[in-house]
Protein backbone atom coordinates (compact mmCIF):
# COMPACT_ATOMS: atom_id res chain seq x y z
CA UNK A 1 0.00 0.00 0.00
CA UNK A 2 1.40 3.62 -0.54
CA UNK A 3 3.20 5.02 2.51
CA UNK A 4 0.56 6.84 4.66
CA UNK A 5 2.28 9.55 5.62
CA UNK A 6 2.95 11.00 2.22
CA UNK A 7 -0.72 10.41 0.79
CA UNK A 8 -3.65 12.53 2.21
CA UNK A 9 -7.22 12.05 0.83
CA UNK A 10 -9.22 14.80 1.34
CA UNK A 11 -11.89 14.16 4.31
CA UNK A 12 -10.73 10.57 4.91
CA UNK A 13 -8.96 8.90 7.82
CA UNK A 14 -7.10 6.23 6.54
CA UNK A 15 -5.55 4.85 9.76
CA UNK A 16 -9.36 4.76 11.11
CA UNK A 17 -10.76 3.08 8.20
CA UNK A 18 -8.48 -0.09 7.99
CA UNK A 19 -8.94 -0.33 11.58
CA UNK A 20 -12.73 -0.61 10.73
CA UNK A 21 -11.89 -2.86 7.41
CA UNK A 22 -10.11 -5.51 9.99
CA UNK A 23 -13.36 -5.03 12.22
CA UNK A 24 -15.30 -5.49 9.70
CA UNK A 25 -13.00 -8.67 7.92
CA UNK A 26 -13.15 -10.19 11.68
CA UNK A 27 -16.72 -10.42 11.46
CA UNK A 28 -16.84 -12.26 8.59
CA UNK A 29 -16.10 -15.48 10.62
CA UNK A 30 -19.85 -14.84 12.19
CA UNK A 31 -21.58 -14.07 9.15
CA UNK A 32 -20.22 -17.45 7.66
CA UNK A 33 -21.18 -18.97 11.31
CA UNK A 34 -24.59 -17.61 10.98
CA UNK A 35 -24.70 -18.65 7.28
CA UNK A 36 -23.77 -22.31 8.36
CA UNK A 37 -26.50 -22.56 11.35
CA UNK A 38 -29.42 -21.27 8.58
CA UNK A 39 -28.03 -23.49 6.36
CA UNK A 40 -28.63 -26.59 8.44
CA UNK A 41 -32.39 -25.03 9.63
CA UNK A 42 -33.00 -25.02 5.82
CA UNK A 43 -35.26 -23.02 4.08
CA UNK A 44 -37.21 -22.63 0.62
CA UNK A 45 -36.45 -19.39 -0.70
CA UNK A 46 -34.89 -16.23 0.15
CA UNK A 47 -36.32 -12.78 0.44
CA UNK A 48 -33.89 -9.42 0.63
CA UNK A 49 -35.06 -6.78 2.11
CA UNK A 50 -34.74 -3.36 2.01
CA UNK A 51 -35.43 0.28 1.50
CA UNK A 52 -33.62 3.32 -0.04
CA UNK A 53 -29.56 2.74 0.46
CA UNK A 54 -29.93 -0.74 1.92
CA UNK A 55 -32.43 -1.97 -1.00
CA UNK A 56 -29.64 -0.78 -3.64
CA UNK A 57 -27.07 -2.72 -1.65
CA UNK A 58 -28.92 -5.84 -1.30
CA UNK A 59 -29.30 -5.51 -4.78
CA UNK A 60 -25.61 -6.82 -5.27
CA UNK A 61 -26.52 -9.87 -3.78
CA UNK A 62 -29.60 -10.49 -5.43
CA UNK A 63 -27.01 -10.29 -8.60
CA UNK A 64 -24.62 -12.80 -7.33
CA UNK A 65 -27.41 -15.40 -6.16
CA UNK A 66 -29.03 -15.08 -9.17
CA UNK A 67 -25.90 -15.71 -11.10
CA UNK A 68 -24.18 -18.40 -9.16
CA UNK A 69 -27.63 -20.56 -8.30
CA UNK A 70 -31.05 -21.12 -9.06
CA UNK A 71 -31.82 -20.90 -5.67
CA UNK A 72 -35.62 -18.77 -5.77
CA UNK A 73 -34.70 -15.20 -4.62
CA UNK A 74 -36.41 -12.01 -4.48
CA UNK A 75 -35.18 -8.75 -3.63
CA UNK A 76 -38.25 -6.80 -1.93
CA UNK A 77 -39.16 -2.84 -0.76
CA UNK A 78 -40.14 -2.62 3.17
CA UNK A 79 -42.62 -0.04 2.73
CA UNK A 80 -44.23 -1.85 -0.51
CA UNK A 81 -43.81 -5.30 1.58
CA UNK A 82 -46.48 -3.76 4.70
CA UNK A 83 -49.11 -2.79 2.42
CA UNK A 84 -48.69 -5.80 -0.53
CA UNK A 85 -47.32 -8.81 1.05
CA UNK A 86 -45.93 -11.45 -0.85
CA UNK A 87 -47.71 -14.62 -1.74
CA UNK A 88 -44.14 -16.64 -2.00
CA UNK A 89 -43.33 -15.41 1.15
CA UNK A 90 -43.63 -18.29 3.44
CA UNK A 91 -43.03 -19.65 7.18
CA UNK A 92 -40.08 -21.32 6.01
CA UNK A 93 -38.82 -18.71 4.14
CA UNK A 94 -35.18 -16.71 5.29
CA UNK A 95 -35.85 -12.83 4.99
CA UNK A 96 -32.32 -11.13 5.36
CA UNK A 97 -32.09 -7.63 5.66
CA UNK A 98 -29.55 -4.70 6.91
CA UNK A 99 -30.02 -1.12 8.95
CA UNK A 100 -26.93 1.18 9.50
CA UNK A 101 -29.32 3.05 12.03
CA UNK A 102 -31.24 -0.23 13.29
CA UNK A 103 -34.41 1.99 13.32
CA UNK A 104 -35.31 2.66 9.64
CA UNK A 105 -39.12 2.70 10.28
CA UNK A 106 -40.44 0.56 7.52
CA UNK A 107 -37.66 -1.98 7.61
CA UNK A 108 -38.48 -2.43 11.71
CA UNK A 109 -42.41 -2.48 10.64
CA UNK A 110 -41.54 -5.14 8.14
CA UNK A 111 -39.66 -7.56 10.53
CA UNK A 112 -42.01 -6.82 13.39
CA UNK A 113 -44.69 -8.32 10.90
CA UNK A 114 -42.46 -11.60 9.78
CA UNK A 115 -41.22 -12.09 13.21
CA UNK A 116 -44.62 -12.54 14.89
CA UNK A 117 -45.70 -15.13 11.56
CA UNK A 118 -42.89 -17.31 12.85
CA UNK A 119 -40.62 -15.63 9.57
CA UNK A 120 -36.69 -16.09 10.17
CA UNK A 121 -34.59 -12.53 9.72
CA UNK A 122 -31.00 -12.36 9.55
CA UNK A 123 -30.35 -8.17 9.96
CA UNK A 124 -26.70 -6.64 9.47
CA UNK A 125 -26.90 -4.53 12.52
CA UNK A 126 -26.25 -3.68 15.83
CA UNK A 127 -27.55 -5.78 18.08
CA UNK A 128 -29.13 -3.27 20.60
CA UNK A 129 -30.85 -1.51 17.95
CA UNK A 130 -34.99 -2.06 17.63
CA UNK A 131 -34.02 -4.04 14.47
CA UNK A 132 -31.47 -6.24 16.28
CA UNK A 133 -34.24 -6.70 18.87
CA UNK A 134 -36.12 -8.18 16.75
CA UNK A 135 -34.79 -9.83 14.12
CA UNK A 136 -34.19 -13.52 14.77
CA UNK A 137 -30.18 -13.41 13.44
CA UNK A 138 -28.08 -10.38 14.14
CA UNK A 139 -24.71 -10.51 12.05
CA UNK A 140 -22.97 -7.60 14.06
CA UNK A 141 -21.93 -4.73 12.14
CA UNK A 142 -18.44 -3.63 14.04
CA UNK A 143 -18.36 -0.21 12.45
CA UNK A 144 -20.80 2.46 12.53
CA UNK A 145 -19.27 4.66 9.75
CA UNK A 146 -21.94 3.20 6.89
CA UNK A 147 -19.64 2.22 4.15
CA UNK A 148 -20.49 0.22 1.77
CA UNK A 149 -17.66 -1.41 0.73
CA UNK A 150 -17.67 -2.82 4.85
CA UNK A 151 -20.95 -3.78 3.94
CA UNK A 152 -20.44 -5.84 0.44
CA UNK A 153 -17.69 -7.97 2.08
CA UNK A 154 -20.16 -8.89 4.89
CA UNK A 155 -22.59 -9.76 2.33
CA UNK A 156 -20.39 -11.85 0.52
CA UNK A 157 -19.34 -13.86 3.35
CA UNK A 158 -22.97 -14.98 4.45
CA UNK A 159 -24.62 -14.96 1.27
CA UNK A 160 -21.73 -16.73 -1.08
CA UNK A 161 -21.28 -19.40 2.30
CA UNK A 162 -24.79 -19.90 1.67
CA UNK A 163 -24.41 -20.75 -2.15
CA UNK A 164 -20.81 -23.11 -1.51
CA UNK A 165 -23.26 -24.54 1.19
CA UNK A 166 -25.49 -25.54 -0.96
CA UNK A 167 -22.77 -26.62 -4.05
CA UNK A 168 -23.13 -23.53 -5.92
CA UNK A 169 -19.85 -21.75 -5.12
CA UNK A 170 -17.09 -23.91 -4.50
CA UNK A 171 -14.18 -21.10 -4.24
CA UNK A 172 -15.91 -19.71 -1.07
CA UNK A 173 -12.61 -20.09 0.84
CA UNK A 174 -10.24 -19.01 -1.66
CA UNK A 175 -12.51 -16.11 -2.00
CA UNK A 176 -12.51 -14.91 2.04
CA UNK A 177 -8.87 -15.68 1.98
CA UNK A 178 -7.91 -13.47 -1.19
CA UNK A 179 -10.13 -10.75 0.13
CA UNK A 180 -8.50 -10.31 4.10
CA UNK A 181 -6.67 -7.79 2.88
CA UNK A 182 -8.77 -5.62 0.52
CA UNK A 183 -9.63 -2.84 2.17
CA UNK A 184 -5.66 -1.60 1.93
CA UNK A 185 -5.96 -2.21 -1.70
CA UNK A 186 -9.14 -0.28 -1.34
CA UNK A 187 -7.27 2.59 0.21
CA UNK A 188 -4.55 2.83 -3.05
CA UNK A 189 -7.50 2.68 -4.94
CA UNK A 190 -9.20 6.06 -3.71
CA UNK A 191 -5.73 7.28 -3.67
CA UNK A 192 -5.44 6.13 -7.87
CA UNK A 193 -8.60 7.57 -7.87
CA UNK A 194 -8.67 11.05 -5.85
CA UNK A 195 -7.54 13.31 -8.81
CA UNK A 196 -10.04 11.78 -10.86
CA UNK A 197 -12.60 12.71 -8.26
CA UNK A 198 -11.77 15.59 -7.92
CA UNK A 199 -11.85 16.50 -11.76
CA UNK A 200 -15.28 14.84 -12.43
CA UNK A 201 -17.05 16.97 -9.44
CA UNK A 202 -15.29 20.38 -10.29
CA UNK A 203 -17.22 19.31 -14.06
CA UNK A 204 -19.87 17.70 -13.34
CA UNK A 205 -21.20 19.30 -9.49
CA UNK A 206 -22.84 22.43 -10.93
CA UNK A 207 -24.76 21.12 -13.54
CA UNK A 208 -28.52 21.19 -13.74
CA UNK A 209 -28.88 17.17 -14.06
CA UNK A 210 -26.54 14.32 -14.85
CA UNK A 211 -27.34 10.71 -16.34
CA UNK A 212 -25.88 8.06 -14.18
CA UNK A 213 -25.80 4.81 -15.85
CA UNK A 214 -24.30 1.13 -14.59
CA UNK A 215 -25.64 -2.70 -15.08
CA UNK A 216 -25.27 -5.93 -13.43
CA UNK A 217 -23.43 -5.85 -10.09
CA UNK A 218 -22.72 -1.72 -10.09
CA UNK A 219 -26.36 -1.31 -11.02
CA UNK A 220 -27.01 -0.74 -6.72
CA UNK A 221 -24.14 1.61 -6.41
CA UNK A 222 -25.08 3.80 -8.98
CA UNK A 223 -28.67 3.99 -7.78
CA UNK A 224 -27.15 4.76 -4.12
CA UNK A 225 -24.64 7.42 -5.55
CA UNK A 226 -27.26 9.17 -7.28
CA UNK A 227 -30.42 8.92 -4.96
CA UNK A 228 -28.99 8.59 -1.65
CA UNK A 229 -25.70 10.83 -1.89
CA UNK A 230 -26.44 13.36 -4.77
CA UNK A 231 -30.12 13.68 -4.15
CA UNK A 232 -30.63 13.34 -0.47
CA UNK A 233 -27.11 14.95 0.45
CA UNK A 234 -26.61 17.45 -2.02
CA UNK A 235 -29.55 18.01 -3.39
CA UNK A 236 -28.68 17.76 -7.27
CA UNK A 237 -30.43 16.37 -9.20
CA UNK A 238 -29.76 12.86 -11.47
CA UNK A 239 -31.27 10.17 -13.66
CA UNK A 240 -29.85 6.56 -12.90
CA UNK A 241 -30.47 4.30 -15.50
CA UNK A 242 -29.48 0.81 -16.71
CA UNK A 243 -26.97 0.53 -19.65
CA UNK A 244 -29.57 -2.23 -21.47
CA UNK A 245 -32.48 0.47 -20.89
CA UNK A 246 -30.26 3.50 -21.58
CA UNK A 247 -30.97 2.96 -25.56
CA UNK A 248 -34.82 3.05 -24.73
CA UNK A 249 -35.66 6.28 -23.83
CA UNK A 250 -32.88 7.75 -22.04
CA UNK A 251 -30.63 8.19 -25.18
CA UNK A 252 -32.33 11.05 -26.51
CA UNK A 253 -32.07 13.41 -23.78
CA UNK A 254 -28.29 12.93 -24.55
CA UNK A 255 -26.41 15.85 -26.44
CA UNK A 256 -23.36 18.11 -26.27
CA UNK A 257 -23.78 20.15 -22.75
CA UNK A 258 -25.94 17.01 -21.31
CA UNK A 259 -23.54 15.48 -18.64
CA UNK A 260 -23.44 11.36 -18.14
CA UNK A 261 -21.04 9.23 -15.75
CA UNK A 262 -21.20 5.76 -17.01
CA UNK A 263 -19.37 2.93 -13.97
CA UNK A 264 -18.57 -0.13 -16.11
CA UNK A 265 -18.48 -3.16 -14.54
CA UNK A 266 -16.59 -6.55 -15.21
CA UNK A 267 -19.59 -9.03 -15.78
CA UNK A 268 -21.60 -10.18 -18.40
CA UNK A 269 -23.15 -7.10 -18.70
CA UNK A 270 -19.75 -5.29 -19.50
CA UNK A 271 -20.33 -5.68 -23.17
CA UNK A 272 -24.12 -3.05 -22.67
CA UNK A 273 -21.38 -0.50 -20.30
CA UNK A 274 -19.19 -0.75 -23.58
CA UNK A 275 -22.08 0.28 -26.36
CA UNK A 276 -22.86 2.86 -23.56
CA UNK A 277 -19.67 4.37 -23.99
CA UNK A 278 -19.18 4.34 -27.61
CA UNK A 279 -22.62 6.55 -28.05
CA UNK A 280 -21.98 8.81 -25.44
CA UNK A 281 -18.20 9.69 -26.49
CA UNK A 282 -19.78 10.36 -29.76
CA UNK A 283 -23.17 12.14 -28.57
CA UNK A 284 -22.29 14.64 -25.41
CA UNK A 285 -19.00 16.35 -24.53
CA UNK A 286 -19.41 16.17 -20.90
CA UNK A 287 -19.10 11.90 -20.09
CA UNK A 288 -16.84 10.38 -17.70
CA UNK A 289 -16.48 6.64 -16.90
CA UNK A 290 -15.09 5.15 -14.25
CA UNK A 291 -13.89 1.38 -14.92
CA UNK A 292 -13.44 -0.52 -12.01
CA UNK A 293 -11.36 -2.73 -14.50
CA UNK A 294 -8.58 -0.51 -14.06
CA UNK A 295 -7.95 -1.03 -10.47
CA UNK A 296 -6.43 -3.79 -9.28
CA UNK A 297 -6.40 -6.05 -6.07
CA UNK A 298 -3.28 -7.64 -5.23
CA UNK A 299 -3.80 -11.65 -5.23
CA UNK A 300 -7.26 -11.75 -6.80
CA UNK A 301 -8.02 -14.74 -8.94
CA UNK A 302 -9.85 -13.05 -12.09
CA UNK A 303 -12.97 -14.75 -11.43
CA UNK A 304 -13.43 -13.42 -8.28
CA UNK A 305 -13.10 -9.29 -10.03
CA UNK A 306 -16.57 -9.16 -10.68
CA UNK A 307 -17.58 -9.85 -6.91
CA UNK A 308 -15.44 -7.11 -5.53
CA UNK A 309 -16.33 -4.76 -8.40
CA UNK A 310 -19.21 -3.07 -5.74
CA UNK A 311 -16.38 -2.55 -3.45
CA UNK A 312 -14.38 -0.71 -6.23
CA UNK A 313 -17.07 0.99 -7.03
CA UNK A 314 -18.09 2.12 -3.81
CA UNK A 315 -14.85 3.53 -3.37
CA UNK A 316 -14.41 5.52 -6.54
CA UNK A 317 -18.04 6.53 -7.58
CA UNK A 318 -19.81 7.07 -3.76
CA UNK A 319 -16.99 7.36 -1.29
CA UNK A 320 -14.25 10.16 -3.49
CA UNK A 321 -16.98 11.38 -5.80
CA UNK A 322 -19.64 12.52 -2.88
CA UNK A 323 -16.42 14.16 -1.09
CA UNK A 324 -15.57 16.38 -4.10
CA UNK A 325 -19.24 16.77 -5.20
CA UNK A 326 -19.10 18.30 -1.20
CA UNK A 327 -16.32 20.33 -1.80
CA UNK A 328 -17.70 21.77 -4.68
CA UNK A 329 -21.16 22.64 -3.77
CA UNK A 330 -20.18 23.97 -0.23
CA UNK A 331 -23.51 21.68 0.46
CA UNK A 332 -22.55 19.36 3.64
CA UNK A 333 -23.55 15.75 3.01
CA UNK A 334 -24.63 15.48 6.30
CA UNK A 335 -26.84 18.14 6.49
CA UNK A 336 -30.88 17.31 5.33
CA UNK A 337 -34.26 19.48 4.85
CA UNK A 338 -36.82 16.46 5.20
CA UNK A 339 -34.84 13.19 6.06
CA UNK A 340 -35.38 11.84 9.59
CA UNK A 341 -36.12 15.65 10.54
CA UNK A 342 -39.71 15.34 11.33
CA UNK A 343 -42.58 12.67 11.44
CA UNK A 344 -43.92 12.50 7.88
Not at 180 to 186: G, M, P, T, V
Request: charged share 25%; aromatic share 10%; proline share 2%.
Amino acid sequence: MAELETIQLSKFDIEEYLQDGDATVAACAEAKAVADEVNAEGYENIFLLGIGGTYDELDMVRYFMNKYSEVEVHLVNAAELNVLGHRRLKKNSLVVTASASGDTKEIVKAVDNLVAQGIRVVAFTRKETPLGQLATKVISAPVATGRCDFTYLLFDAFALRLLNLRGDFDRYDDFMAQTKNIFHDLVDIRIKFESRAEEIAHKFAHEPYTIFIASGALWGENVLFSMCVLEEMQWIRTRAVTSAEFFHGTLELVEPGVPVILTKGEDECRELDNRVEKFCHEYTDKFAVIDTAEFAIDGLDPEFRPLVSPMIAAATLHERLSKHYETETKHNLAYRRYYRQFSY
